[in-house]
């Protein structure tokens, strides 16, 4: 297997952004499979990101995984007696940055180092399931596609004050059905991408519209919500004033009647079922909406 780039040009040097800009990246593969839990989340967002259209700005968890992976891949080198080089890997458009390749192309090395080590939920996956987190198996089924390595180690790391003190890890294999799914999605996706095509958009999209009939739509609920606030909010001071003046009496007059009762403190539902399954008695579902008002 020959690497898909010089060594010199891993991992964040210029030649290596050009690369990825179009392929298809092992780290982007969650979002292509609709599972990742960050944006870009789905393969429209992915395509928004790709042709330039959005971004991922780089957080500090980024730049903390970006400077611990040196000393993390040293750590798993010490831990398993085994050398590990970074290595871009390649099946046609299809890529993989590698963080670490034994010298004998078995072993795929991928290191996580989550803020809170030992308490994130990607520790707890290796150490309780034995396995990465979703998005996390396939970022490692494709750089097993793309290599052809016969196994991966998928180490989390937890560090403190930047060293690396503990490591959890486990086997990842090759899953050939999860191959032929990358390789069909990639395929499907790349016509977009070339095109310069958006995808078709899914349930976890978000539409983007800036027509005339959304924005007087927009407009009208806008106005409409003001006064619907203000009104509560003169609503709420009236009552209170009413209440007020009844002395804590049921009083009528003027057309409305105001009436004192009691009303028994509500059950603890929580409490009082915990550790029931309430799944038989739930009602069926239904598509719901919610309007908020953005900067």
């Known amino acids: 297997m020959k690497p898909a780039l010089e060594p010199h040009h891993h991992q964040d040097s210029p030649e290596w952004h050009a690369y990825r800009g179009s392929r ?3 780290s982007e593969v969650a979002a292509l499979m609709d599972c990742s839990p960050w944006f870009p989340r789905t393969p429209y967002e992915l ?5 330039g259209r959005a971004s991922v700005s780089s957080t500090a968890a980024m730049r903390r995984g970006s400077r611990l992976e040196p000393f993390a891949r040293a750590f798993a080198e010490r831990l398993h007696d085994e050398i590990y080089e970074p290595q871009v890997v390649a099946r046609g458009r299809i ?6 390749l034994s010298f004998d192309g078995r072993v795929v090395l991928e290191i996580k180092c989550p803020q809170q080590g030992r308490e994130s ?3 707890i996956a290796v150490s309780e399931d034995g396995r990465p987190p979703e998005h996390y198996w396939w970022q490692v089924q494709q750089q097993l596609y793309c290599s052809g390595a016969e196994r991966a180690r998928f180490v989390v790391c937890h560090a403190e004050n930047d060293e690396i003190v503990d490591a959890a890890e486990c086997t990842v294999l090759p899953d050939l059905e999860a191959h032929a799914a990358i390789a069909s999605a990639w395929e499907a996706f790349f016509p977009y991408l070339d095109a310069d095509t958006a995808p078709p958009q899914g349930e976890r999209d978000v539409y983007a519209r800036n027509d005339a009939e959304w924005r007087d739509a927009v407009a009208q609920w806008k106005e409409s ?3 619907l606030d203000a009104a509560r909010a003169a609503e709420a001071e009236a009552r209170q004033a009413l209440i007020q003046l009844a002395g804590g009496q049921s009083t ?3 057309g409305i009647r105001l009436k004192r009762y009691w009303k028994s403190g509500e059950i603890d539902w929580r409490k009082a079922t915990a550790g029931m399954d309430l799944e038989p008695y739930r009602k069926a579902g239904g598509w719901h909406y919610r309007i908020s008002e953005q900067d």
Do not use: H, P
């Open 121 to 123: 939920a990607t520790w």
């Open 252 to 254: 009528e007059g003027a």
């Open 225 to 227: 919500k003001k006064w």
């Open 24 to 26: 298809g990246n092992a």
């Open 47 to 51: 395509w928004l990101v790709k042709t």
């Open 95 to 100: 890529s993989a940055s590698l963080d670490g």
